[in-house]
């Protein structure tokens, strides 16, 4: 994700509604900062600034691209189980054989931002067609 091209405000409202994810997932504060691999200069406390769109995730290459993947996690989700909100944190929480029976959300944690993309090419077909398409032409 090139976050250049996004405005200040735009930053704040991407920031906001990642936040309103990782919340839905029930995640802890440790796991939201680990989930997003922020710098030790962010303290916990500046979650609620990043909740309420007061600021923006750090200009963090790492962080941003850790965003996409949540952002097309979100999205496939939501895609998957449109009138469920309780069936997508069942299916982030549940251990899965392709994860060797570690749920979603561990791997996640666990892995980082590899991680992230196994989660995201296993929920998000459409663009785990697309890394696959460009991993072909690039042989």
Known sequence: MNVD?????????????VMHYLDSW???????????NLPDTVRSRS????RGGMMAFPENVGVWER???????ADALRT?????????LVWLRKPHRRFNRRSPLEVMLEEGTSGL????IDVDCAYGWKISESMANNQ
């Open 5 to 17: 091209q996004y405005s200040d405000e735009h930053k704040k409202e991407l920031t906001k509604g």
């Open 26 to 36: 029930k995640l802890s504060s440790d796991q939201v900062m680990s989930m997003l």
């Open 47 to 50: 979650l609620a600034h990043f």
């Open 80 to 88: 998957t189980y449109p009138f469920s909100e309780p069936m997508r």
């Open 67 to 73: 965003v996409d993947h949540i952002i097309g996690i």
């Open 117 to 120: 993309l196994k989660v995201r």
